[in-house]
């Protein structure tokens, strides 16, 4: 799919702000792509299409993860998760996206996952730290991730864990377990 067609596509779907954010999160995307040599078509193409779930209704989104047999502990955890997975599921019945690669970067880009390909890495981290982000901590990670994507993805998933945290929210078992696998595979 051509990135015009799928813009179009993805802007139908997502506010203003979001789709802003979606177009920060695509050339940012393309940057590590080409920095740590990952497929740039297929990094761009998860990007742009990463949130498009994400103004669903919940109820929808509820359907989806029950129908389509997701990991039913979804729905025991804060529903900004759900997005992901079920933004992939729509990518490929609405879109016509078939890549599992591609569906697999939009599925895991909330949650993280124990083996994260470098195209999920790329995709999770250009979320995180693209351009039109300001909270607390995305400078450093924006500054790591020019060095080493790993170390920057995992001070991305800690501050994800600790602001989670401070906010007394319950945080996906896939996230720690993405963090743990991070960890071990940096100290291996």
Do not use: C
């Amino acid at each position: 799919m051509e990135r015009e067609e799928a813009l179009k596509l993805v802007k139908e779907q997502l506010t203003e702000h979001r789709y802003q954010h979606t177009l920060g999160v695509t050339e940012t995307a393309i940057t590590l792509a080409r920095q740590y040599g990952a497929d740039e078509q297929k990094a761009e193409l998860a990007a742009i299409f990463h949130d498009y779930a994400k103004f669903r209704s919940k109820d929808e989104m509820r359907e989806i993860i029950i129908v389509q047999g997701f990991p039913q502990d979804l729905l025991e955890f804060n529903a900004e998760l759900w997005h992901a997975p079920v933004g992939a599921y729509l990518v490929e019945k609405e879109a016509g996206i078939t890549d599992q690669e591609v569906l697999d970067a939009i599925r895991y880009h909330t949650s993280g996952r124990i083996g994260m390909t470098l195209l999920e890495k790329i995709i999770y981290l250009a979320d995180y730290i693209e351009p039109g982000r300001h909270f607390p901590g995305v400078v450093e990670v924006r500054e790591m991730a020019k060095e080493n994507m790993d170390k920057a993805l995992i001070k991305a998933v800690q501050n994800t864990i600790l602001f989670l945290l401070k906010k007394n929210q319950t945080v996906y078992p896939d996230t720690f377990y993405t963090y743990n696998d991070l960890i071990n595979k940096l100290e291996a």
